[in-house]
């Protein structure tokens, strides 16, 4: 059974930083491509950056391009999403799943884990 448990999140000002980690456990987690993905309080869960599985090219949705950085280890399992000059409408709690495939915003369905809150305070 794969598991991915997120962790990295917290208290933010903004224009800050946070550096938000997934890691994966379960035979060939390194082999898809990922995402990370967020659900604000009241909102639906929304794509926020991908992955392919070798870690070589990314794609961001238009709300974080140029602030976050996703990128992969694959030897370690894990999957980092790098926030920088954080807003107010980044709270919101923080996502990885696995990709249907890559260039997609589809996640692989039953692989969710607990998620990382962040909150960015104005």
């Known amino acids: 059974q794969v598991q991915l448990i997120e962790s990295g999140g917290g208290l933010a000002q903004v224009g800050g930083s946070l550096r938000l980690s997934c890691a994966a456990s379960?035979?060939?987690?390194?082999?898809?491509?990922m995402g990370w993905f967020r659900q604000a309080s009241g909102k639906e869960r929304e794509f926020v950056a991908g992955?392919?599985?070798?870690?070589?090219?990314?794609y961001y949705a238009d709300s974080v391009k140029g602030r976050a950085t996703i990128s992969r280890d694959n030897a370690k399992n894990t999957v980092y999403l790098q926030m920088n000059s954080l807003k107010p409408e980044d709270t919101a709690v923080y996502y990885c799943n696995f990709l249907l495939q890559y260039g997609g915003t589809l996640p692989r369905a039953g692989y969710w884990g607990q998620g990382t809150q962040v909150t960015v305070a104005s």
């Open positions: 992955i392919s599985w070798y870690g070589d090219a990314t």
């Open positions: 379960g035979p060939d987690s390194s082999a898809y491509s």
